[in-house]
């Protein structure tokens, strides 16, 4: 102990020395340096030092047992297994659909050729809000941003010769239809002729996320709560061993790291308590979390992801009382966008690349990408193919998969991911200050937080404070023409015909018995899971079912909007 | 046919248009108020403030609702604050609104507080007044209750209801900085929250300890502006102030003498902005000012050293008097 | 006699007070339309709006091209700004620009978000006064608005 002092003492006083008579003179021939507090999404949000010394481990009283530990024990900041296979780190996700369930298959076939180890069904707006593509709301909106799916025969003919089981996962956003997306999965598999355990489905089903930045929401908040929870209850009860909620932070990016990840964090605790009220046990639900994570830049990256792990473990234990090592093990989804620019498009290319490596390091478990045409319109075939390679090229091509959590002890990483973990506990005391995650959603916390960094990013980069190349600094007179993607126009009217038909030759009489099942158990406090599940297998449409969620729970209403 | 006469038809663009000439203050400002003078207390103006956050929009919204109804229309004054360091401002109080975008019986204009020159509160009650000459049945004025100037036009109102909501320090503040001495009725919005019993009971010692009229004891009023509940109550408060004040001849008092008090503060603008211009150009005062700004003669002095300068006087008459002729021939044309 | 006297007054007095009049501020309707629900964008750029000194009337989301059009009327603003992130723009904008005609108004709209390049020039066709896609600077927006002419005043009635 004495001697551990001493020596630090002495790297103290040679750090003085150093910086008197090398660091102070270099500095000022290098001029006054770039502003450090760097305002990117997910990027550091305070300035760092120069340099990182076992000073540094020293004022955050570092303990390698209590603070890291190893891979797959607690407080598992080095990842939740002991382990990865080198040669599937992780698994590499795409996000994808557009236009008709036909044209999605292609597209999913193809992705899957190309060696996409999971298909994250990309649904359109009207999809997501609820409403089929014959709503007046859909116009102008179907197959548009993503698939247009309204009944179990889209989902036949979006997985036609594609088996569930065929990929390692297969997913959805789903995050205000969660019950139904479920519903739809479950259905699919029986038509496949599989059972839920020989697949697994990872559903986004973060209702909050939706109030909080993406308003996708179409009932009130609390009422959507329950029915996310609903399928959280129902995973637990069947012991699925699905992916059945993800905390997001990534939505909250633009508010900072921190602050994003308290807000995952405040929503995981909102569902958690819904649940436990139920009669649940931690144990008996918290593996099916997961953290979709927001952090792109390599060292804020790698150190936040460490720094969420711990206080999850922590969470899990002390304050639910775990005991189970699989409920305090987070898991980790992560997609990279990087501040991905529509000028010089193919820039994008590497910007996502640093970012998707950024995961990698960090040990992420499920990653996705964009395409670099990502901000001008759906990908090219080719743009989703690079976004396929890029981590076959990480996963294959680099040292990366060998060696878990390269970063630990770190003098910098390790003194990064103890300051990001108080930074974000902070942010996480103050929301619970507010009631939790729902009341600072309805007091505009969020999205205040999110505009506060956004507006501090806009000015940055109008002023050139923050270089955005190829935008504000290196841009070109002509932009550079990519190839984009082209929507059939017919996506429409094709949409309408599939439904009138399928309204015409399902079984009338039992959709609306099924209907009536679904509005019946809503309006108790029972699992919602059952009768969404018996009315989907009816090929009720979501749109139907969302009408009866609608009719019991009220709309929501944008008057709401929460601030400005 | 011209833009007041297409206003007096229904015709919402010329309304807007209107609106707008009060928003910028242009110069045939008096020329559009003369013209409505007949028909500006056709209506009746229900004014709004309270502190940001305490739930006015959405009140006021269900209010709109409230009045469309019972069959009858409403124009909107929603006045939100001008950035003092932009000029710029957000308005931001139609996203509550939005309901009634498409009802014609409904018109709603968001206005910025703007610069401090005391034209705001003349351009906020001016368009509430345009919007009861075109035809309105209520016009709602919403402020945020903050500083003097929005209270004056608050005050504009035949009916003000100050909107508190509980477990916050504005309630306190709000009765600290004598926003509750303009409250023709109370309201404790977002009343499921905790605190609201403690906030009624506050209020209601209060008022009993200071009533401020004989005919008319200041109510309280429970609501959730965003579940509707209170609405009803609240407009049947406002009804029952707009009965009283008619019943003891308060309303017709009323407006008699905010018609004398605009008068007044228009004279007193005016020959305040005719002393200031002289300041540019007028030696004589210069000097005087000067002497002042030096120290070498104390205000009082001064100021009687100009009222007792007849030339200087007669030089301000002049200024005043040219001004009106150029104002004349701007109106005539 | 009085009377006279009095309306000549009156116009005197607002007339000099009225001197300092902020009649060049520009008024900017914002808005999303459909069922586009990124807002975070549009709400950064009001606050940049405000911030360059417009003012700025947001309208909230999943608004029509008839309560875009009703709003923009009401509130006489110089210019409507559409953010659109969901690739429904082919859609929303030229029924906005139907709807103005079928009000016989003419504001100038500007567009803003994810516009592949080839849908620029439609949007043009169809009467849209500017396109500003995705990473545009946002003072490049506040510079177009600054400049459009301004619309408030008796002679456009």
């Not at chain 1, 698939?147 to 889209?154: A, F, I, Q």
């Not at chain 1, 790291?257 to 649940?275: E, G, K, M, V």
């Not at chain 1, 099924?514 to 309006?523: G, W």
């Not at chain 2, 498409?102 to 018109?107: A, E, H, I, T």
Request: aromatic residues 8%.
């Amino acid at each position: 102990m004495l001697e551990n002092k001493k020596k630090l003492d002495e790297i103290k006083s040679k750090k003085d020395n150093w910086e008197q008579e090398l660091l102070t003179p270099a500095l000022e021939k290098v001029g006054p340096k770039r502003q450090q507090g760097v305002v990117g999404i997910g990027h550091l949000e305070d300035p760092v030092k120069e340099i990182y010394t076992p000073l540094d481990l020293e004022e955050i009283d570092f303990d390698y047992l209590k603070d890291v530990g190893f891979p797959g024990e607690y407080p598992f900041v080095r990842g939740s297994e002991p382990t990865k296979d080198p040669g599937n780190p992780w698994i590499n996700r795409v996000y994808a659909g557009s236009g008709t369930p036909e044209d999605s298959n292609k597209r999913f076939k193809f992705l899957l050729k190309e060696g996409a180890e999971e298909i994250v069904v990309a649904a359109d707006l009207p999809t997501q809000i609820g409403y089929d593509a014959d709503h007046s709301m859909s116009v102008g909106e179907v197959g548009t941003v993503g698939v247009s799916l309204s009944t179990l025969r889209d989902w036949e003919i979006l997985f036609d010769g594609i088996p569930l089981n065929s990929m390692k996962r297969v997913g959805i956003l789903g995050n205000t239809i969660g019950p139904i997306a479920f519903a739809f999965f479950i259905a699919l598999g029986e038509k496949q002729g599989l059972s839920p355990d020989e697949y697994v489905v990872h559903l986004q089903n973060d209702a909050l996320k939706e109030y909080g930045a993406r308003n996708t929401q179409f009932i009130p908040i609390r009422p959507a709560v329950r029915l996310a929870t609903d399928v959280v209850r129902y995973c637990a009860e069947k012991r699925m061993n699905w992916n059945a909620i993800n905390a997001c932070a990534a939505h909250y990016g633009g508010a900072g790291t921190t602050a994003a990840h308290a807000f995952a964090f405040a929503a995981a605790i909102t569902y958690i308590d819904y649940i436990v009220d139920k009669g649940l046990h931690i144990d008996d639900f918290a593996y099916l979390f997961n953290i979709f994570t927001i952090g792109e830049t390599t060292f804020t990256g790698v150190s936040v992801i460490r720094a969420v792990r711990k206080i999850w473990a922590r969470m899990m234990k002390e304050r639910y009382g775990a005991k189970d090592p699989r409920s305090m093990a987070i898991k980790m989804t992560a997609y990279t966008v990087a501040e991905a620019s529509a000028q010089q498009p193919l820039n994008n290319i590497v910007r996502i690349a640093l970012g998707t490596q950024t995961y990698a390091l960090a040990g992420v478990d499920y990653i996705f990408n964009a395409s670099y045409d990502e901000g001008l319109s759906i990908p090219t075939e080719e743009a989703a193919r690079v976004c396929i390679r890029t981590q076959q090229i990480l996963a294959k091509e680099t040292e990366i998969p060998f060696v878990i959590d390269p970063f630990a002890g770190s003098y910098f990483v390790e003194s990064l991911t103890a300051k990001l973990e108080k930074d974000i506990l902070h942010y996480l005391e103050e929301i619970e200050e507010m009631g939790g995650a729902i009341d600072a959603i309805e007091g505009g916390y969020f999205q205040k937080k999110v505009v506060e960094q956004g507006m501090n990013r806009t000015i940055g980069y109008a002023t050139g404070d923050k270089p955005h190349v190829g935008v504000n600094c290196h841009a070109v007179d002509q932009e550079p023409q990519i190839p984009l993607f082209t929507q059939d126009s017919g996506v429409a009217k094709k949409r309408l015909e599939s439904i009138k038909k399928i309204k015409q030759e399902r079984d009338n009489t039992k959709v609306t018995q099924c209907l009536n099942k679904v509005r019946q158990v809503a309006q108790t406090d029972e699992n919602i899971v059952p009768a969404v599940l018996d009315a989907v297998r009816a090929y009720a449409t979501l749109g139907e079912i969302c009408d009866v969620w609608r009719d019991v729970f009220g709309t929501f209403e944008f008057t709401k909007s929460y601030s400005i | 046919m011209d833009i007041v006469d297409k206003m007096f038809q229904g015709d919402r663009l010329a309304l807007a248009r209107l609106l707008s000439i009060l928003e910028n203050n242009t110069p045939e400002v008096p020329l559009v108020m003369s013209r409505i003078q007949q028909n500006q207390d056709n209506g009746y103006y229900i004014g709004f403030t309270g502190a940001p956050g305490s739930g006015k929009s959405t009140l006021v919204d269900k209010m709109i609702l409230q009045i469309r109804n019972n069959n009858l229309e409403v124009g909107v004054v929603a006045i939100d604050p001008t950035s003092p360091f932009s000029g710029g401002a957000i308005l931001g109080d139609r996203i509550r609104m939005q309901n009634h975008a498409l009802d014609p019986g409904v018109f709603i204009r968001s206005l910025a507080t703007r610069g401090s020159l005391g034209g705001l509160s003349r351009a906020a009650k001016n368009t509430a007044r345009i919007l009861n000459a075109s035809g309105k049945d209520y016009c709602i004025i919403e402020t945020v209750g903050v500083g003097q100037v929005e209270i004056d036009i608050v005050d504009t109102a035949d009916t003000t209801v100050v909107v508190l909501m509980p477990d916050t320090g504005d309630s306190i503040q709000a009765i600290k900085a004598g926003i509750m001495e303009i409250a023709d009725i109370i309201v404790v919005n977002k009343a499921d929250l905790k605190g609201t019993d403690q906030l009624i009971a506050d209020l209601m010692l209060m008022l009993h300890e200071n009533q401020r009229h004989s005919w008319w004891q200041v109510p309280v009023i429970a609501t959730q502006a965003d579940k509707n509940i209170g609405i009803k109550e609240l407009f049947e408060k406002i009804e029952e102030h707009k009965e009283v004040l008619k019943d003891t001849g308060m309303l017709v008092a009323k407006r008699k003498e905010q018609r004398v008090s605009e008068f007044m503060e228009i004279i007193e603008q005016t020959l305040l902005d005719v002393i200031l211009e002289s300041q540019k150009d007028d030696s004589e005062f210069c000097e005087i000012i000067n002497n002042v700004m030096a120290g070498l003669i104390d205000p009082y002095s001064a100021a009687k050293k100009v009222f007792g300068n007849e030339n200087l006087i007669k030089r301000w008459m002049m200024r005043l008097s040219s001004e009106i002729l150029i104002e004349r021939r701007r109106v005539d044309a | 006699m009085y009377g006279v006297m009095f309306l000549a007054l009156l116009s005197s007095l607002k007339a000099i007070a009225y001197k300092e009049a902020q009649m060049d501020t520009k008024k900017v309707l914002m808005t999303k339309m459909g069922l586009d629900g990124h807002d975070f964008g549009v709400k950064i750029l009001c606050q940049m709006y405000r911030n360059a000194g417009f003012e700025v009337v947001y309208t909230g989301q999943r608004q029509t091209a008839e309560m875009v059009v009703a709003a923009a009327i009401e509130e006489d603003v110089d210019v409507i700004g559409i953010s659109t992130l969901s690739g429904a723009h082919m859609h929303s904008v030229p029924l906005t620009m139907e709807e103005q005609k079928k009000q016989n108004i003419d504001i100038p709209v500007i567009v803003g978000g994810t516009i592949p390049p080839a849908d620029v020039e439609k949007l043009k066709k169809v009467g849209v006064a500017e396109v500003f896609p995705t990473g545009t600077d946002a003072n490049m927006s506040i510079e177009f608005i600054k400049k459009l002419p301004n619309r408030k005043s008796l002679k456009r009635g």
